[in-house]
């Protein structure tokens, strides 16, 4: 919503502690035509995988946020893998008064 796009979610887990989101479009990459030579291992996006973990931790619960696939490096959407590693201890982020 921040970035005025709607991922698709996916969960082929059974566990149900896994899931993916899906970009159609990633308005980060937009400008961005090719990746520079020998830059391969460059993401431009890591930026999103941190904005969705600091969210959960938020809420508070650990997760485990990665890119799973890339339009910048030949991929048809990006896809953006999300583990729930379980929940935080609340009283470590709580405001003290």
Do not use: W
């Not at 400008?31 to 995988?49: I, K, Q, R």
């Not at 729930?84 to 470590?92: Q, S, Y």
């Amino acid at each position: 919503m921040y970035l005025g796009i709607t991922p698709s979610v996916t969960c082929n887990n059974l566990s149900r502690i896994e899931f993916s989101l899906i970009l159609d479009k990633n308005p980060l990459v937009e400008s961005v035509e090719e990746l520079p030579a020998g830059s391969s291992f460059l993401c431009y996006c890591h930026l999103l995988c941190g904005i969705i973990r600091s969210a959960m931790e938020m809420v508070p619960l650990a997760a485990d946020v990665t890119f799973l696939q890339d339009r910048l490096k030949g991929d048809h959407v990006t896809e953006i893998g999300v583990t729930f590693l379980g929940k935080l201890d609340e009283k470590k982020y709580r405001r003290k008064k």
